[in-house]
């Protein structure tokens, strides 16, 4: 086997297959990176841990068929450090040779035999555009758990109904919802899917950068395919995850639709203030907002301890509150609205508190994303 390619193509490449493979894999053989040039004359390359599969279909200038089996992280190290010069990958016998330039290292090679088969994909269900998609799952993943004793946490739902797909994520202390479009194959097309949050983070940032469309690949309700969903864009990647239990909090119930005070601020100068104020705050105490009128007092800290105090304008209207909340939650909410302009909808101090995007829509609406933060109990 032996293949010819440009130097960026095959680093890019193999970064991304790279980030599928597990840091401690269970068996050696699964921290491998497959490689085989097709009959066609394609180059795959491929990785699979038996949870996330990964899998790049690129066009070498030259190759003869074949397939091999390398150390997935070390040819990734490999690659990025080659000069950018067209690289020639050859095997010979039990070691793999790859030269760039005068640049020449050698690899040994994995039993190919004893690797998994990657899984086939579940049957396209629709399409929807990178970029969108991309963002989408960012603003809610931000929300997702990370303690893996609560894998339910871990996720995101992912809700289709016809051309609607809603992703909601929680850790308990927040929870972030967001309604985008897409084109179903099936225009009557429903599902529900638990899809591992990091997991899913990765692939819509990946494939948001190779292609102009992301097809989802996934059963409907009871159908084939069930317990796994897939990925894959027009520039040849592809990626399938299994899916987690669908157990998931009836969220709808959880969000607000009257409030008492609404407040409208410049989101860059929100973010900047709270990173200010929030330098004196320890991991776990909260950032105090006083909402009077056309201003907003920021504080933090107390006491024996360093404090901070800062003084925005507010577009503000309703009672008067005083409402707190940890400062990483309310600074990544604040990273993940997509505004200018940011709206903070309050009850009272005690009760759940929702972020949007500025002036999203008309009365009456609901914006597309939607940031529930719960605030931090004030001791009197």
């Known amino acids: 086997m032996m293949f010819r390619i440009e130097r960026d193509v095959l680093a890019e490449a193999v970064a991304w297959t790279a980030r599928s493979l597990p840091a401690r894999p269970s068996v050696p053989v699964l921290a491998g990176m497959r490689l085989e040039v097709t009959d066609k004359g394609q180059l795959k390359l491929s990785g699979f841990d038996y949870e996330v599969s990964a899998e790049v279909t690129l066009e070498p200038q030259s190759g003869e068929a074949g397939v091999v089996l390398v150390s997935g992280r070390l040819l990734a190290e490999i690659t990025r450090a080659l000069p950018a010069q067209p690289v020639d990958f050859v095997v010979d016998g039990a070691k793999a040779v790859v030269t760039c330039g005068s640049a020449r290292f050698t690899l040994l090679t994995m039993p190919v035999e004893d690797y998994p088969s990657l899984p086939t994909m579940p049957p396209a269900a629709g399409r929807v555009g990178s970029d969108v998609f991309a963002s989408a799952v960012g603003q809610v993943a931000v929300a997702a758990g990370k303690d893996d004793t609560l894998p339910m946490l871990t996720g995101v739902r992912m809700e289709i109904e016809g ?24 225009p009557d097309f429903s599902a529900i899917a638990m899809i591992p949050g990091r997991t899913l983070a990765d692939a819509a940032k990946a494939l948001g950068s190779s292609g102009a469309e992301v097809e989802i690949a996934m059963s409907s309700a009871g159908g084939t395919g069930e317990g796994m969903i897939g990925f894959s864009s027009s520039g040849g990647r592809r990626t399938t995850t299994r899916l987690l239990d669908p ?93 200018d302009v940011a709206r903070l909808q309050m009850t009272t101090s005690t009760k759940p508190a929702i972020l949007t995007g500025g002036k999203p829509v008309d009365d009456g609406g609901v914006p597309d994303y939607r940031y529930l933060i719960m605030p931090i109990r004030l001791s009197s």
């Open 163 to 186: 051309d609607t797909v809603t992703l909601a994520a929680t850790d308990r202390y927040r929870l972030a919802v967001r309604e985008l479009k897409w084109q179903p194959d099936q």
């Open 247 to 339: 157990e998931f909090p009836k969220y709808r119930s959880l969000l607000p639709t009257e409030f008492s005070a609404r407040a409208d601020l410049s989101t860059s100068a929100f973010v900047e203030a709270v990173k200010r104020v929030a330098l004196v705050a320890e991991r776990n105490t909260p950032v105090r907002l006083a909402f009077r009128g056309g201003e907003v007092v920021l504080e933090a800290g107390s006491g024996d301890e360093a404090q901070a105090v800062e003084v925005l304008p507010v577009d503000f209207d309703g009672d008067d509150i005083n409402i707190a909340f940890n400062h990483q939650f309310l600074l990544e909410g604040l990273g993940a609205i997509d505004s």
